[in-house]
Nanobody, 123 residues
Framework: VQLQASGGGLVQAGGSLRLSCASP????????VAWFRQAPGKEREFVAG????????DYLDSVKGRFTISRNRAKGPVYLQMNSLKPEDTAVYYCAAARGSGFATEITEYRYWGQGTLVTVSS
């Protein structure tokens, strides 16, 4: 199963982007989903996660108050609304579906991954 991440691009500092994660063949409505990011020369890190029904979310400390993860459980897409973007947010962003209904910060807990979408924030 392949997830598709989209919505990345080039934006100036202070701007906004909305990333989407979907699959043409799977709504992953019973799975937790998370967004990770990987900047050049750095390890992939957890950014935000949401459980199967949207009732539980969590965020990387540096994005709290600026990023919001949400989902349309019936139709499948999971979104990451990113506001007040900073140059340090520049990275390839990946979405991933968990093995179960919850989410975790560890990469190993995720079975299905999207191909990544590049977010570049200029200063």
């Amino acid at each position: 199963v392949q997830l598709q991440a989209s919505g990345g691009g080039l934006v100036q500092a202070g701007g906004s982007l909305r990333l989407s994660c979907a699959s043409p063949k799977w709504t992953f409505s019973n799975n937790g989903v998370a967004w990770f990011r990987q900047a050049p020369g750095k390890e992939r890190e957890f950014v935000a996660g949401i459980n199967w029904n949207g009732g539980s979310t969590d965020y990387l400390d540096s994005v709290k108050g600026r990023f919001t993860i949400s989902r349309n459980r019936a139709k499948g897409p999971v979104y990451l609304q990113m506001n007040s973007l900073k140059p340090e947010d520049t990275a390839v962003y990946y979405c991933a579906a968990a093995r179960g209904s919850g989410f975790a910060t560890e990469i190993t807990e995720y079975r299905y991954w999207g191909q990544g979408t590049l977010v570049t924030v200029s200063s």
